[in-house]
């Protein structure tokens, strides 16, 4: 199966700093890749949709000027949690897909992240 | 709006039992349903995929069943381990296509008692 790697798999940092997830497709181009948090006993949500090229789409109630998402390149989507707060303490995980050469999406291993 | 749900929230077994979770979803034209294993404060495993073409999908000691009439998916895990204990997650494309964006049901967490 398709491979997405997600760095870092854990991050500590200090409120008000800023701290950036990387999601990368390795063995395959993904036009389209997705982010999602789980905030402590709940599900996933989606957070935004990225196309390569193109800005993200985000879901309503997620501040796009907080989760900064690039994805400038077809294996490569960074999220940035700017100004970053208690309250941002979660979970996150991407996933990378391809139009037309993959029936399902790809995970990465996720990224736990605690502002303190 | 497709919508996924899982009932039971959590179970608890003693080790060698079969048990069954399910999973329902609201708007039947899936492509695909998905069933997913996570362990506490880790990512995903994803453990079987089935296609809407497909009634069910077997891996090892897994094995999902699809209902796209009804709207309804069950995992079936026969002699059950401790190592089994986890959270399991059934999730289906949201969008138009078979690569879309994933709703995933709360998850059931499954307690597994040596």
């Known amino acids: 199966g398709a491979v997405v790697s997600q760095h870092p798999s854990w991050v500590i940092c200090k409120s008000g700093t800023s701290v950036k997830i990387e999601c990368r497709s390795l063995d395959f181009q993904a036009t389209t890749m997705f982010w999602y948090r789980q905030f402590p006993k709940q599900s996933l949500m989606l957070m935004a949709t990225s196309n390569e090229g193109s800005k993200a789409t985000y879901e309503q109630g997620v501040e796009k000027d907080k989760f900064l998402i690039n994805h400038a390149s077809l294996t490569l989507s960074t999220l940035t949690v700017t100004s970053a707060h208690p309250e941002d303490s979660s979970f996150y995980i991407c996933?990378?897909?391809?139009?037309?050469?993959?029936?399902?999406?790809?995970f990465g291993q996720g990224t736990r992240l605690t502002v303190v | 709006k497709q919508e996924v749900t899982q009932i039971p929230a959590a179970l608890s077994v003693p080790e060698g039992e079969n048990l069954v979770l399910n999973c329902s979803f609201t708007?039947?034209?899936?492509?695909?349903l998905q069933w997913f294993r996570q362990d506490p404060g880790k990512g995903l495993t994803s453990l079987l995929l089935i296609q809407s073409s497909q009634r069910e999908q077997t891996s090892g000691r897994l094995n999902a069943s699809l209902d796209k009439s009804s709207g309804r998916s069950t995992l079936y895990i026969a002699a059950s381990q401790p190592g089994d204990s986890a959270t399991y997650l059934c999730?289906?494309?949201?969008?138009?296509?078979?690569?879309?964006?994933?709703?995933f049901g709360p998850g059931t967490s499954l307690s597994v008692i040596p």
């Open positions: 708007d039947s034209a899936i492509y695909n």
């Open positions: 999730a289906v494309p949201g969008g138009k296509t078979s690569y879309d964006k994933v709703i």
């Open positions: 996933s990378a897909s391809v139009a037309g050469q993959r029936t399902e999406a790809f």
